[in-house]
């Protein structure tokens, strides 16, 4: 048996959730059978299932912001205290672990693949929305993908209205880490305001399109209004975390459900940690002088756009 684990939760990153994809998006189409199987293993593994914007309380070990009694919960609607124990290579795990769905992009096939599924287990998710492409298409792809459809605003009143935490991906989908933080800024700020206005509701996550996110970027979201935002790090958030800048684990169509319990259990060793944020440094040099990352997420690629929108 291992020393006590510090509070973590593993933030588990989905984008499309549905049958039906392009050759490129299928590495990030989750069928929903398996989203499904997913779901369940949670449940039935006892996961603390919990929204993002209850994630830093949780980290921190106050009370969270959206308490939900689920199958099988103490009377009392608390959840199992997680225990530390090691797996075959040493790696500390935890039994009971807290988890926060989250679903990328605003796509359609949130409400026709994944609700159903969440609805169906009483699960609670957190879906990031771009706000510019509301109703419209996802414009800010290349190819087949600009094409797909997604979610009106009436069916994210409906989402929301049940329950799912509706969040911020900013308005124009633009890549935080390499633009212009007053940029960066003024489009949290608009995509806030709209899903306010449309839900009728405080929004306080925000997800970084692509992932990418800077101190500058962080800053300029917290400026916005933004409590806690999303970044993909391949590590669980644990106490200390940056709420700002917490971390995501990345969910794949070849993702068993028994891997996704070992991915939601396991609090990796510091070195380990350490080794993950030194390379994720190295990622964002990357970004910064040679533009690493797809060619939509560029320094510039929607500035020009961005700035003709946000003026008008």
């Known amino acids: 048996m291992t020393a006590p684990l510090a509070p973590g939760v593993a933030i588990l990153m989905y984008h499309s959730v549905g049958r039906s994809t392009t050759a490129w998006s299928r590495r990030f189409t989750v069928d929903p059978g398996l989203f499904d199987e997913h779901v369940a293993a ?19 070990g106050g009370p969270t912001e959206r308490p939900r009694k689920r199958p099988g919960a103490a009377e009392d609607g608390g959840s199992p205290e997680p225990t530390a124990v090691e797996d075959a290579a040493g790696q500390a795990v935890t039994e009971g672990a807290a988890v926060a769905i989250s679903i990328d992009d605003g796509l359609a096939d949130a409400a026709t693949g994944a609700a159903p599924v969440l609805a169906a287990h009483r699960a609670p998710a957190t879906l990031f929305v771009p706000t510019a492409y509301v109703g419209r298409t996802a414009a800010w792809m290349t190819g087949a993908d600009a094409d797909r459809p997604m979610l009106s605003w009436g069916a994210l009143g409906d989402l929301a209205a049940v329950g799912m935490e509706i969040g911020s991906h900013g308005h124009l989908h633009l890549a935080a880490d390499i633009n212009e933080p007053q940029l960066v800024r003024e489009d ?3 995509s806030r305001a709209a899903l306010e206005e449309q839900l009728g509701q405080n929004v306080s996550s925000y997800a970084y399109p692509f992932g990418y996110c800077s101190r500058d970027a962080a800053n300029a979201v917290s400026e916005a209004g933004f409590s806690q935002a999303c970044a993909v790090m391949e590590l669980p958030a644990i106490a200390g975390d940056d709420s700002l800048i ?14 996704l319990l070992r991915l939601a259990q ?3 060793a510091r070195t380990l940690r350490q080794w993950a944020l030194v390379k994720q440094q190295v990622w964002h040099a990357g970004r910064r002088w040679a533009e690493w990352g797809p060619p939509e997420a560029r320094r510039g690629s929607h500035a020009r756009l961005a700035a003709n929108d946000l003026g008008a």
């Open 246 to 259: 917490l971390p995501r684990i990345y969910v794949s169509p070849q993702t068993t459900p028994e891997m």
């Open 188 to 190: 949290a700020v608009r």
């Open 42 to 60: 949670l449940t039935d593994a006892r996961a603390r299932l919990v929204a993002v914007a209850d994630v830093p309380a949780l980290l921190s």
């Open 266 to 268: 396991r609090r990796p």
